[in-house]
Nanobody, 126 residues
Framework: QVRLVESGGGLVQAGDSLRLSCAASRLTLNDAAVGWFRQAPGKERELVAAISVIGGTFTVDSVKGRFTISRDHAENTVYLQLNSLTSDDTAVYYC????????????????????WGQGTQVTVSL
């Protein structure tokens, strides 16, 4: 079965940076549309950023300029670079993947994704 694994989370101070990784088994991420979501305590899961098969990206306004989604085709991995972290970024971060109908599709709705990882905790202290 397909398995997505996130890594790179941790406890950091405000202003620090982290790089989250999303790797897959039994799925070629290079052929998938991928999204990063996050869920803070007491809040709904929300999209942070998404990337199409060919590398087109979308980033939500609340993190634009601070977070960057990217792919490494050689490593079959999708990354989320988090810079200038604030306490508002504290959440469990999840990656999700789906094999899209088109290589240009940037998938934003959580219900559109077929595969999900278990999440990695990001905690930002003041």
């Amino acid at each position: 079965q397909v398995r997505l694994v996130e890594s790179g989370g941790g406890l950091v101070q405000a202003g620090d940076s982290l790089r989250l990784s999303c790797a897959a088994s039994r799925l070629t991420l290079n052929d998938a549309a991928v999204g990063w979501f996050r869920q803070a305590p007491g809040k709904e899961r929300e999209l942070v950023a998404a990337i199409s098969v060919i590398g087109g990206t979308f980033t939500v306004d609340s993190v634009k300029g601070r977070f960057t989604i990217s792919r490494d085709h050689a490593e079959n991995t999708v990354y989320l670079q988090l810079n200038s972290l604030t306490s508002d970024d504290t959440a469990v971060y999840y990656c999700a993947a789906v094999l899209p109908y088109t290589r240009t599709a940037i998938v934003q709705g959580p219900h559109e994704y077929e595969y999900w990882g278990q999440g990695t905790q990001v905690t930002v202290s003041l």
